[in-house]
């Protein structure tokens, strides 16, 4: 029989990526993401996968972000016990995020009990911090483009998808098939990752579609940043940024840096309330030749002053200045809030600021206490960096409602709210069709995951216009038979 695949999730949504890939009687999962956003999508957490967690053979996971990855600790304390497979950054990542993840569920958890807004009794966590410390043991490293054997029959190779440190496109091999599921696709020259491996051929071929239906704007040397904190500030406000925690922090705290040194924005404390984001850095700095090629020492020839290049040049060496030493992130007044008692005192306080904390879709963590504070006061900014969910708190303060719902109570938004698209490491509509450009000849299918229905249906209108290829876009729990 051919193998089969069967799209658990990112089916028409952005979120819970995870695909079971059977052949010959193995069973691998392809990413273990968390639901988010909407209500009905998160209940999907809770419920069994149509796979027992025991009987799946091995994980291959794509990337470190919560979406891909979070739902591994569930699988581990459900009797899951083989190997993990991964690229060595994404195993870093992992080492950060599934503690911190299952540390949060079990203070959400803690304070929905305390403060009576659960219609459970008592609210539990999905795991907790010892579950997904359990989980790392499991957790198999493997370089880029070194194909290795996961069972018997099936091996997987990882390619640099240029989204996240570590993050890959993972290509299964069986004798007569060929998958190659995409992960998110990264971004073409931005500062600090190398730009996605191009890929000339496969079979069968998953696609992210985050922003299939459009563009980016474009990079305007952190103006729009600058004009959001100078306005803020101005008022006697606070800037606060809800961002993911591993890979949007490190381009913000970049940009508040240089926007400070040419003086184009007042100094005043910046607060990174994500003791996460912090070994995130490091994890960065430790694994700097797995970066942009340009912002390593010796990376580049200098190109001609005053061109173009010149100037793209100029910023990835700033860049490479920062990679080099970890301090060069930290602006004038720069602080890690490192315990959950000066989160909330930070909070309380009025004083004008910067503060970076996560989760990046205001779904959950420190921001959420950040932002029932500052919405109330028009002085403020809530200022989102990257793509929102529908669903999520996020997206709700996109859409403009007047109130958000916060730990139990309705918080009033008068504050003013910014968004600030360019620092997405998401590929957009016309940075997915370069990549797929680059195929010598088209897969037999193409599945677009990991994106709203109507970017779907944009995005898979313009392959087929373009380039004349057979798009699917598959339903949750849909399964697809691999043809012989």
């Known amino acids: 029989m051919p193998p089969t695949l069967r799209f658990l999730g990112a089916a ?26 909407l209500k009905e999508l998160r209940e999907r957490n809770w419920q069994p996968l149509p796979v027992a967690a025991t009987e799946i053979d091995a994980i291959v996971l794509t990337h470190a972000h919560l979406d891909h990855c979070g739902y591994l600790p569930r699988l581990v304390s459900e009797g899951f016990r083989g ?35 659960t219609r459970h009794a008592p609210a539990l966590p999905l795991y907790t911090e010892n579950d997904a410390i359990n ?26 998808a240029g989204h996240l440190l570590g993050s890959a496109y993972a290509r299964i091999r069986t004798a007569s098939h060929d998958v190659l599921f995409g992960g998110d696709l990264g971004r073409f020259d931005r500062p600090v990752l190398p730009d996605p491996t191009m890929v000339q051929e496969t079979g069968y071929l998953l696609i992210e579609s ?37 890979g949007r922090v490190e381009e913000l705290l970049y940009w508040i840096r240089k926007l400070e040194i040419e003086k184009r924005i007042p100094v005043v404390p910046v607060y990174l309330d994500s003791p996460m984001a912090a070994e995130a850095l490091a994890r960065y700095r430790e694994r700097i030749d797995e970066l942009d090629a340009e912002v390593q020492p010796g990376g580049s020839v200098e190109p001609a002053a005053g061109t173009a290049e010149s100037r793209l040049f100029d910023r990835r060496r700033a860049v490479a200045a920062i990679e080099r030493d970890l301090c060069a992130f930290c602006t004038a007044k720069f602080k ?29 963590g420190r921001v959420l206490h950040h932002l029932r504070a500052a919405l109330p006061d028009s002085r403020n900014t809530a200022l989102l960096v990257g793509f929102q969910a ?24 008068h504050a003013q709210v910014e968004r600030i698209d360019s620092m997405s490491a998401h590929a957009d509509a016309r940075e997915i069709m370069r990549w797929l450009g680059g195929f010598a ?28 290829w057979n798009v699917h876009i598959p339903r949750w729990q849909e399964s697809a038979d691999l043809g012989e």
């Open 12 to 37: 028409q949504t952005v979120t819970g990526s995870k695909y079971l890939f059977e052949s010959g009687g193995a069973k691998i999962l392809v990413d273990a993401g968390l639901f988010q956003g």
């Open 83 to 117: 190997r993990i497979f991964c690229t060595p950054g994404t195993k870093d990542l992992c080492r950060i995020v599934l503690p911190d993840s299952g540390r949060i569920q079990e203070e959400d958890a803690e304070q929905a009990n305390r403060e009576g807004y």
């Open 135 to 160: 989980t790392l043991a499991f957790l198999q490293p493997v370089g880029y483009e070194r194909p290795v054997p996961i069972a018997e029959g099936i091996e997987v190779e990882f390619i640099n």
């Open 210 to 246: 985050t922003y299939g239906d459009r563009l980016h704007e474009d990079d305007d040397d952190g103006e729009k940043l600058a004009r959001v904190i100078r306005d803020t500030i101005e008022r006697g406000g606070r800037v606060v940024i809800p961002a993911f925690a591993v």
């Open 336 to 364: 890690v809030v490192a315990t959950s008692r000066e989160s909330h005192d930070l909070a309380r306080s009025n004083r004008p600021a910067i503060v970076i904390s996560s989760s990046g879709m205001a779904t959950g």
């Open 390 to 413: 529908e669903g999520t708190r996020g997206r709700r303060l996109l859409n403009g409602e007047k109130t958000l719902r916060i730990h139990g109570a309705d918080v009033p938004v």
């Open 441 to 468: 000849r088209p897969p037999r299918t193409t599945f677009l995951v990991h994106g709203e229905l109507p970017a779907m249906t944009a995005l898979r209108d313009r392959i087929v216009s373009e380039l004349g």
